[in-house]
T-cell receptor, first 110, second 114 residues
Framework: GIQVEQSPPDLILQEGANSTLRCNFS?????LQWFHQNPWGQLINLFY???GTKQNGRLSATTVATERYSLLYISSSQTTDSGVYFC????????????FGRGTQLTVWP | ETGVTQSPTHLIKTRGQQVTLRCSSQ?????VSWYQQALGQGPQFIFQ???????GRGNFPPRFSGLQFPNYSSELNVNALELDDSALYLC?????????????FGEGSRLTVL
């Protein structure tokens, strides 16, 4: 399977700070998604970004597929940003199977 | 709200029992996949269903089985429950077997095995 490594594993910020989360993957992929897992367990879709750059409000993401990494940027952090952020990737040959990293636990203090 | 709904949200079983979890896919999606998420881990792929047939399976034993119905909803069945089966079970729906495009997840079913 594909190895997905996320860093840092834990991140503690004060409200208003900016942060960068990284996802490295071991093989070429045709799908990369970033999720935020809320306290109730639901995975909230943040970005579908197999390549390129996207922005959505205070969040943006960049995937450099040729170098096998993706970055998630969070600007002006808010306490509601707290939770676990997952990166997940998929190869075309594995149909709908997503390979997840272990996540980054983000805690934002007021 | 993704449109993917799961039931029940929480349940408690004892070792050796059987459990059935249910999932309704998002409107327009014909593919359902199931994931198991143990505490502190990322979700792990169990299997995927497309056109009522299993067409991809992760490293899970045969006591994990599933069904997909003509309306694309799905069930996950786990027989002979073990303590290690305690986890959050997530259902995801997608289009066209998920070759490309996003997967959307439900809120999950949290299973505790005592």
């Amino acid at each position: 399977g594909i190895q997905v490594e996320q860093s840092p594993p834990d991140l503690i910020l004060q409200e208003g700070a900016n942060s960068t989360l990284r996802c490295n993957f071991s093989d070429s992929v045709n799908n990369l998604q970033w999720f935020h897992q809320n306290p109730w367990g639901q995975l909230i879709n943040l970005f579908y970004i197999p390549s390129g750059t996207k922005q959505n409000g205070r969040l943006s993401a960049t995937t450099v597929a040729t170098e096998r990494y993706s970055l998630l940027y969070i600007s002006s952090s808010q306490t509601t940003d707290s939770g676990v952020y997952f990166c997940a990737v998929k190869r075309g040959s594995t149909l709908g199977r997503l390979y997840f990293g272990r996540g980054t636990q983000l805690t934002v203090w007021p | 709200e993704t449109g993917v709904t799961q039931s029940p949200t929480h349940l408690i079983k004892t070792r050796g029992q059987q459990v059935t979890l249910r999932c309704s896919s998002q409107s327009g999606h014909n593919t359902v996949s199931w994931y198991q998420q143990a505490l502190g881990q990322g979700p792990q792929f169990i299997f995927q269903y497309y056109r009522e047939e299993e067409n991809g399976r992760g490293n899970f034993p045969p006591r994990f089985s599933g069904l997909q119905f003509p309306n694309y909803s799905s069930e996950l069945n786990v027989n002979a429950l073990e303590l290690d089966d305690s986890a959050l079970y997530l259902c995801a729906s997608s289009w066209d077997r998920g070759y490309t495009g996003e997967l959307f997840f439900g809120e999950g079913s949290r299973l505790t095995v005592l």
